[in-house]
């Protein structure tokens, strides 16, 4: 085995993963407005002004508005959110929110796997579940 086509190779394949690591970092968190683009289902990070919540039975409901007005629902399982974070009010959520989830375009929501900032709760509380 040459050495030096190995090292070249090792050297190539570190390269491109470093390169993919610092695309993926700086892809950053999208304005709820970029949704608007979107016209196929995706997992999208978002930051959205808090318009309203509606605690409900299963979902905790926000709406959530992006710098142009477009707005989104962004849909959040109250039992998941309640083992993370102990009890939510709407007081919980600061005006302004960050949230990881599965985009559905056909009617603007996004189904919540994580709320990343603008959660009181998500700070003060340890998890329900341990």
Do not use: W
Request: charged share 10%.
């Amino acid at each position: 085995m040459n050495f030096k086509a190995v090292s070249a190779a090792a050297i190539a394949a570190l390269a491109l993963a470093g390169a993919l690591l610092a695309l993926i970092s700086n892809a950053g968190i999208l304005d709820v407005s970029r949704l608007a683009q979107i016209k196929e289902p995706a997992y999208v990070t978002v930051s959205g002004k808090v318009a309203a919540v509606d605690i409900g039975s299963k979902y905790v409901v926000l709406r959530l508005v992006g710098d142009n007005g477009f707005a989104v629902t962004a849909l959040i399982n109250k039992t998941t959110l309640y083992a993370l974070y102990g009890p939510v009010t709407p007081s919980s959520f600061e005006s302004v929110v960050v949230v990881r989830g599965l985009y559905l375009p056909g009617n603007d929501t996004i189904v919540v796997s994580a709320v990343l900032r603008g959660c009181h709760s998500a700070y003060a509380q340890p998890a329900a579940n341990t």
